[in-house]
């Protein structure tokens, strides 16, 4: 599990937006990923997205690291925003937004 563990700290640290999601960002395999790729897309927002399907040990590793069940996973900055709910919520309320402003993050649209 350190491994796992390593591998996602590297991603989240050396990324300032991550997503670690089942399916890529060109073929979501999930409805959920699906969504959270949609908002990120549209804010125009760079990101990269993280396969869990493709590892076993990182799927359940990413669990286990932000201690939050599910999948997917946004982080900005070494931070974690949460799963779809939350960010669609935060999107929504042009939260999401304000985050990526506040860390300086380019926003291509603003809702």
Do not use: H
């Amino acid at each position: 599990m350190a491994d796992a563990n390593q591998i996602i700290d590297n991603e989240v640290k050396s990324n300032d937006v991550v997503l670690f999601m089942k399916g890529t960002p060109q073929f979501p395999m999930c409805g959920f990923s699906g969504q959270v790729v949609q908002i990120l897309n549209y804010l125009g927002v760079p990101y990269k997205g993280v396969n869990v399907l493709e590892d076993e040990t990182v799927r359940q590793g990413i669990k286990d690291y932000s201690n939050w069940p599910t999948i997917p996973q946004l982080y900005v900055k070494g931070e974690f925003v949460g799963g779809c709910d939350i960010t669609r919520e935060m999107f929504q309320a042009g939260e999401l937004q304000q985050l990526f402003a506040e860390k300086g993050i380019q926003v291509q649209q603003s809702a």
